[in-house]
């Protein structure tokens, strides 16, 4: 699991249910108890989500949820680069067929892939449109699951609000006692608490975090499309490990060397 997103929904919330225990003249979780609001706010942002996206999409966003609640294993930049010159240096004194027992240990798929072009013999232009269209295509799913908890996050907050204006509409239209209206409008303003709460706690987090998983995915991506056409170039091991470290921050470069020479 991902610690970082059950610690933080779940320290929010926790947070929120103290606050509320503790303040002044608390009466609990009552005023907060209101079916119609948490229909209001839920069951109109769900709608809207139908509304706004294909059914198939719209599905899919259960395992999008899984994916950003579960930690998935961060690729090893430094290894993949180290393993590109190490490569590069067997291409040289071995030529490319020498590369298929490495090929066949390649546990990430993509780069398996890449350098099987490699060693088939395909040219420069067809291996970069083949793993250009494949990251385009991803690009594209990720911005999908995106997307749709990003809608998540910015209709239900307008839902609270809706079904807040709604409450107080009902509740002016049918009250006959006027010391009954406080308690009244408290209830009302619960759909604007559940709206607020799900868009700016869950909702809108989950979009950010999914966005920075796929730009971490889709750089070690770049990477493998960058190591595998200097490969196919036939680049020496030097002028593979100095383009290969320029996508990484300055503090992982120094690994690179240590990587690299330990393989060797």
Request: glycine fraction near 8%; aromatic fraction near 8%; charge should be neutral.
């Amino acid at each position: 699991m991902d610690i970082a997103t059950l610690m933080g929904i779940g320290f929010g919330l926790a947070l929120t249910i103290i606050a509320i225990l503790l303040a002044e003249g608390a009466k609990g979780f009552a005023p907060f108890l209101n079916a119609e609001a948490f229909l209001v706010v839920m069951g109109g942002t769900l709608c809207a989500l139908f509304v706004n996206y294909p059914m198939k999409q719209v599905l899919s966003v259960f395992k999008v949820l899984k994916k950003t609640m579960l930690s998935t294993e961060e690729e090893d930049m430094t290894h993949i680069i180290a393993s590109f010159v190490d490569l590069s240096k067997k291409a040289r004194t071995d030529g490319f067929l020498a590369l298929e027992n490495d090929v066949r240990g390649m546990k990430n798929d993509f780069l398996r892939r890449g350098v099987q072009m490699v060693v088939d013999g395909l040219d420069k232009e067809f291996i970069a449109n083949m793993l250009e269209t494949e990251i385009d295509l991803i690009r594209e799913r990720h911005k999908v699951g995106q997307e749709i908890f990003t809608s998540l996050g910015t209709y239900a907050p307008a839902f609270g609000i809706i079904g807040t204006v709604l409450g107080m509409i009902l509740m002016l239209s049918s009250i006959t006692d006027v010391s009954a209206v406080p308690r009244r409008m408290a209830l009302a303003l619960a759909a604007a608490f559940f709206g607020l709460g799900s868009g700016y706690l869950i909702f809108l987090p989950m979009s950010g975090k999914l966005r920075r998983k796929s730009e971490e995915e889709l750089l070690v991506k770049e990477i493998i499309i960058r190591g595998v056409l200097l490969l196919q170039s036939g680049a020496i091991p030097s002028r593979m490990e100095e383009n290969l470290k320029a996508y990484l921050e300055p503090s992982k470069r120094a690994q690179i060397k240590s990587t690299a020479a330990g393989a060797r």
